[in-house]
Nanobody
Framework: QVQLLESGGGLVQAGGSLRLSCAAPGRTASYFHMGWFRQAPGKEREFVSA????????YYKDSVKGRFTISRDNGKNTLYLQMNNLKPEDTAVYYCAAQGSSAKTPSYVNNYDYWGQGTQVTVSS
């Protein structure tokens, strides 16, 4: 069973920045889309951002466009999410995910085969 491992979460004031990392075993180049999702208390897990297999195409939730940047380094087997100008509404547990079987619509939770345990991001006002 593939296990992804997130890191980089924490507590930050509104307007601050965090960089999330996701270490993936094996070769990340073998994964199709890789993405970030988040889940706030009492809410469903939602799509945040995704990147295609070799990084040429990126996808973002409208509310994070211009503030978040996703990237992947297949040489280091790592996925990143740079988050700038954070807002209190960004507070959630952030999960990384990977598609291992084929390339599917990147914004659907059920289209991902592998998940991490999550890292908490808390933005204070």
């Amino acid at each position: 069973q593939v296990q992804l491992l997130e890191s980089g979460g924490g507590l930050v004031q509104a307007g601050g920045s965090l960089r999330l990392s996701c270490a993936a075993p094996g070769r990340t180049a073998s994964y199709f889309h890789m993405g970030w999702f988040r889940q706030a208390p009492g809410k469903e897990r939602e799509f945040v951002s995704a990147v295609s297999r070799f990084g040429s195409t990126t996808y973002y939730k409208d509310s994070v466009k211009g503030r978040f940047t996703i990237s992947r380094d297949n040489g280091k087997n790592t996925l990143y999410l740079q988050m700038n100008n954070l807002k209190p509404e960004d507070t959630a547990v952030y999960y990384c995910a990977a598609q291992g079987s084929s390339a599917k619509t990147p914004s659907y939770v059920n289209n991902y085969d592998y998940w991490g345990q999550g890292t908490q991001v808390t933005v204070s006002s």
